[in-house]
């Protein structure tokens, strides 16, 4: 890695992680290589390896960051001083999901891939703002659901967190998909990321305001 110091190591690395998100905005994971990053930077390609080694740990990159975003959307929630129903929880959590989309494409994507090749520092890095998230969701639910047990708030963790795994491919629907549905003769709702979210979360949560 790039020996320089380390506010220059880090402003590199964003303008690479930058430009992998511009890029993501109109291409496919598939599509997206170290070239056309290069391309969108302000350095050579062969600068790009001093920082990142291959395209999966930009990428990784690019989902730690998103997950410190939606980090940021959930303390704004824990922080608040306001007592929140299930409802009401739902409500803002799936507010900042549909400001995540990017986040949600991500996990839609095979991750095994991506984790498995990066190098564990960067894995580890991304681990953590994955973990800070999980905790941050945790302490949300011990605030404003304190009737929950131990085992009752694991259980809607591991099964909300599985579940945003399938978000994006049911809410971001292409056109060539829609049709594709219509000649097979699929009779299907579609809903926006916050409708999914909501009634996910609204259904696990209620449980824990009725009758405790």
């Known amino acids: ?17 930058g430009a992998c998100e511009q890029l993501y905005q109109t291409m496919s994971f598939r599509d997206i290589t170290l070239k056309e990053i290069g391309k969108v930077t302000s350095f050579s ?16 990159a690019l989902f730690e960051r998103e997950y410190d975003r ?14 929140y129903s299930g409802q009401q929880l739902a ?16 996990l839609s994507m095979n991750n095994f891939d991506m984790e ?14 994955y973990g800070k998230s999980l905790e941050n969701f945790r302490l949300i639910l011990k605030k404003h659901c304190p009737e929950l047990s131990e085992a009752e708030t694991e259980q809607i963790m591991y ?31 579609y809903q926006t990321i916050y409708e999914i979210t909501y009634n996910c979360l609204a259904k696990l949560l209620s449980s824990s305001h009725a009758g405790k």
């Open 1 to 17: 890695m790039f020996k320089g110091t380390p506010e220059t190591v880090a402003q590199r690395r964003e303008e690479i992680v």
């Open 45 to 60: 390609r062969p600068t790009i390896y001093n920082y990142f080694q291959t395209k999966e740990e930009i990428f990784l």
């Open 70 to 83: 939606w980090n940021a959307d959930l303390e704004e929630i824990l922080n608040n001083d306001q007592k």
């Open 91 to 106: 409500d803002l959590i799936a507010k900042s999901l549909e400001k995540r989309a990017q986040l949600l494409k991500l």
């Open 116 to 129: 498995e090749n990066s190098r564990e520092e960067l894995l580890v890095s991304f681990k953590r703002a």
């Open 159 to 189: 099964v909300f967190f599985p579940f945003m795994f399938g978000i994006y491919p049911y809410a971001e629907v292409t056109a060539k998909q829609k049709e594709a549905m219509t000649e097979a003769e699929v009779d299907y709702k």
